[in-house]
């Protein structure tokens, strides 16, 4: 199905904008009803101090067409997390659709509809879509459903008020007659839409709860579903590049006198960073990468090693940092009862989806396509008409699935690099990052050093202080939105920390690391910030002479939706069963993405070691839940991502370079290491929190608070250290 | 001029001997559903049949293929284990972005035509080589089996 230009769509200026106004209606090119409206995407955090304008921009439509289909326009992008289906479901419950002929397209990019570019940003991120769709988006379609009811009544002649919707469907009680919406669009788009329409209750939902299929899924199971990286572009040739392995470094010297022999090598593109083969396959294209002798000009960061980056950040956070949240007097709490001080350190770590960093372009003289699966798609835009000097609506951009973002697709230096490659190519070219390349210029998930104290009295914490340092990676992102000299991302979880503690300061040293450039990464500052708090909590419980889940519950009250998953996780988990020797289980609990999650996790650790995980039982209060299938789906999946990085993340850096290169020493988690999970989803009439990030951050400190019960061992850093379990080593 | 049997079809490609099949599918065929992840043979994302058998299409030149049959994700499907597979890996919903799924696949349907029956340590060891990422890996284990008891 094409996608009308989302300007085109939007019929004549409004009168009289309204800042009340939430909904434009129309009559679309081929007949169909078209409804406007605003999702305010990636605006959460950069409007905590700012305001933004209320003139209405529609970013997400509804197409509504004469055969009755359904399209929503969403500028969400589908990278596994299933909102193409759970965002559509919102539409359908307050539509009254039949699901099945709900249909979803990506929206092309449409920063020029927002009233501000700075904050309105098409974003898929932060485990936001559920969260900024599901006000709007029934509001949309409870607009939509009242629209078609008088229309239907319009044509009967009769009160809408004895009208009722179903499957599709307008039905007139009284009458027994009924419509299609198929035959109603036309009259609707002639009426104004309401602005105020009623919204379902809870208990009215056909929809929303339901474990329903995905949508996406059945070509992806085929083989037939098209991501970024399986564009064919009519004459398309196919690149693979090289970027100085230095960060920073520029090319010095390219002797290409082998590559441009090779069959199938079409030209060599050689630009101040990195050199690019172009070929008639990829496999040209890596045989004349390969071939060619490239002397770099490393720069400054040659001499940087992975030394340096934890002696800075050991330094760095020895100073005082900026107060990010105050409570009580903290000097004073810190002052009376037993204190304890511990650091905590998380380090760098690549995305590594398992679908490689690529871009299509197609460079002309008057315009410029790009194909690609971005989480930002107007930021794809907006680079790629900077490289090439054209006017923005010139440059269009084809957003795809994408395989696995996990927070790289927030960034667009892979856009820029293809444009920079494509504007020297005279047809279209696929560039296709070799998985040495995907994981040696990444944007990596920042090392972070916690520094935590807290003074107990009488078995509970008097006092506390967080000193988190670490990479601004919103200073760089998002720049309007780091003010005061905080990262909003880098102290979340941490300021609003769950517990009951009357003098608390959280405090942020702002970090850069050498050379290395940082990015957000599944599960963001939190995971960083859970990981310090909860294992810091057991350290505290030990101390305390208290069972650690006890310790918890008693300091929840002010949280009590935590302490509800925490006493089902507890019973769920069979928290106090004996273990055998060096089993252990650990909990942990978080607040993040405005979801309520307490996790267990089970281990056995050897004489050598080696960690087993055993099984990990979550228990989540997520608000509403749209598809709990997929909620349980995001956990599961989660947890093992977070399992990945406690078992075997690291990148380190040596001589500005990154060590690692492909998955024989970056390595995943496999089929046969992954351990029983059970996620129990607690009933709530909350609003939707987010869901996609938690699992990662709920894994890391469940699984290293139970090696610390199994073994008496406190890891003060991830990834696990054998050597330290072993005890060959200390902490 | 290279001459193969994928899916049931005669395909012949202008390519060099050398070049990994993976690469003759996606960007010289256009059968993209297999999927490149690492070129190292570490992921399993590229995994196709040969001669009924999984092989990783990122280390296997064109030239050492000969007669034997290559069936792709494309064309799993017409096999009973794959059509049993693919149906079993939506009625559990295995897939989340889905990118690692061809080859996950491709390892299942492997499996269950030689081993009909597998236990959980036949499927470690036909699976352990399938990366997925978005760590569907338990929904994997649940759908190999729901295939295995399907008829």
């Known amino acids: 199905m094409e996608i009308i230009p989302a300007r085109s769509i939007v019929p ?22 078209l409804l406007g409206f605003h999702v305010p995407l990636g605006e959460g955090r950069a409007t905590q101090s700012h305001t933004s304008t209320h003139e209405f921009a529609p970013n997400a439509f509804i197409r509504i067409d004469r055969q009755g289909q359904i399209t929503l326009i969403m500028p969400q992008v589908e990278m596994g997390q299933g909102v193409y289906t759970s965002v559509p479901m919102i539409l359908a419950e307050e539509l009254d659709a039949a699901f099945d002929q709900v249909a979803l397209e990506a929206a092309p990019p449409n920063d020029a509809l927002y009233g501000n570019p700075v904050f309105h940003i098409q974003v898929t991120g932060n485990s936001n879509s559920i969260r900024a769709f599901w006000i709007p988006l029934r509001k949309a379609g409870a607009g939509a459903r009242v629209m078609l009811v008088e229309a239907a009544a319009q044509m009967w002649g009769v009160d809408p008020a004895g009208c009722r919707t179903n499957n599709s469907e307008v039905f007139h009680e009284a009458s027994g007659r009924r419509l299609p919406y198929a035959a109603l669009v036309d009259r609707a788009a002639k009426l104004t839409p309401p602005q105020d329409a009623p919204l379902k209750s809870v208990a009215d939902f056909k929809l929303i709860g339901k474990p329903l299929k995905r949508l996406d899924t059945p070509d992806k199971a085929k083989g037939t579903a098209l991501y970024g990286i399986d564009m064919l572009p009519e004459g398309v040739k196919f690149a693979t590049l090289a970027a100085c392995p230095v960060f920073g470094g520029r090319v010095g010297h390219v002797d290409d006198r082998v590559a441009k022999i090779i069959p199938g090598v079409r030209q060599i593109v050689v630009l101040d960073d990195l050199v690019a083969v172009v070929g008639d396959h990829t496999w040209a294209a890596k045989q004349g990468l390969d071939a060619l002798n490239i002397t770099w000009s490393e720069g400054p960061n040659a001499r940087v090693t992975q030394a340096d980056v934890w002696n800075q950040i050991r330094a760095a956070s020895q100073r005082e940092g900026v107060v990010a949240k105050t409570l009580g007097d903290a000097e004073k709490g810190l002052a009376q009862g037993d204190r304890m001080d511990a650091d905590y350190e998380l380090p760098f770590l690549a995305h590594a989806p398992m679908e490689p960093m690529n871009c299509t372009v197609h460079v ?37 699935l994408i395989g696995g973002g996990f927070g790289r697709r927030l960034e667009v230096d892979g856009v820029e690099k293809s444009a920079r490659i494509a504007k020297e190519v005279d047809s279209p070219v696929k560039v296709v990052w070799s998985r040495e390349e995907d994981v040696q210029h990444d944007l990596y998930r920042p090392v972070y050093h916690d520094r935590m104290t807290a003074t107990l009295s009488s078995g509970r914490i008097v006092g506390w202080r967080h000193r988190i340092a670490g990479s601004a990676v919103i200073a760089r992102w998002l720049p309007p939105a780091f003010q005061h000299g905080i990262d909003i991302d880098a102290v979340d979880s941490a300021v609003d920390m769950p517990y009951d503690i009357p003098n608390l300061r959280v405090e942020y040293v702002r970090d850069e690391p050498p050379a290395v450039p940082t990015g957000f990464w599944r599960g963001v500052g939190p995971n960083n910030n859970v990981f310090a708090i909860e294992s810091f909590m057991d350290e505290l419980a030990k101390k305390a002479g208290r069972d650690p889940i006890e310790f918890r519950r008693s300091m929840l009250d002010k949280t009590p939706r935590l302490k509800a998953a925490l006493e089902l996780v507890a019973g769920k988990a069979g928290w106090g069963r004996p273990l055998p020797p060096r089993n252990g289980r650990g909990v942990a609990v978080q607040p993040s993405f405005g979801s309520y999650i307490a996790t267990v996790a089970e281990v056995e650790v050897d004489r050598s070691g080696e960690v087993s995980v055993r099984r990990i039982v979550t228990a989540v209060d997520t608000g509403i839940v749209v598809n709990p299938d997929t909620v349980v789906a995001q956990l599961q999946g989660g947890l093992i991502f977070g399992l990945t990085a406690a078992f075997y993340g690291e990148v380190t850096i040596d001589r500005g370079r990154i060590q690692q290169s492909n998955f024989h020493d970056y390595r995943m988690l496999r089929i046969d290491e992954v351990p029983a999970i059970e996620v129990h989803i607690i009933q709530s009439g909350e609003a939707p929190g987010g869901i996609g990030e938690t699992g990662v951050t709920a894994s890391l400190p469940a699984v290293r608070n139970a090696i610390f019960a199994a073994t008496g061992i406190p890891l003060r850093r991830m990834p696990i250290d054998r050597d330290v379990l072993a005890e060959r080593k200390s902490v | 001029m290279t001459r193969l049997q994928i899916n049931g079809e005669v395909r012949n490609a202008d390519v060099p001997a050398d070049m990994p099949l993976l690469w003759v599918l996606r960007d010289v065929l256009g059968l993209t559903g297999t999927k490149f992840g690492c070129g190292i043979g570490q992921c399993g994302a590229c995994t196709v049949h040969l001669g009924g058998k999984p092989a990783r299409s990122c280390l296997l030149p064109v030239g050492l293929i000969g007669e034997r049959e290559v069936t792709t994700i494309e064309g799993v499907g017409a096999t009973l284990a794959g059509a049993k597979v693919q149906k079993a890996w939506l009625g559990v919903e295995v897939i989340q972005c889905g990118y690692c799924q061809s080859g996950q696949i491709m390892s299942a349907a492997a499996l269950l035509a030689g081993t009909p029956n597998p236990d959980d340590s036949d499927i470690d060891a036909a699976m352990a080589g399938n990366l997925c990422r978005c760590g569907t890996y338990l929904r994997i284990r649940d759908a190999i089996k729901r295939a295995a008891a399907s008829r």
């Open chain 1, 364 to 400: 002309r003289p008057d315009a410029c396509e790009v194909w690609v699966g971005s989480q930002v798609v107007s930021r794809a835009q907006a680079i790629a008409a900077k490289v090439t000097g054209l006017p923005l609506e010139k440059v269009i951009v084809h957003n795809q």
């Open chain 1, 12 to 33: 004549g200026e409004v009168a009289d904008p309204s800042r009340r106004e939430i909904l434009k209606a129309g009559l679309a090119a081929g007949g169909a009803l």
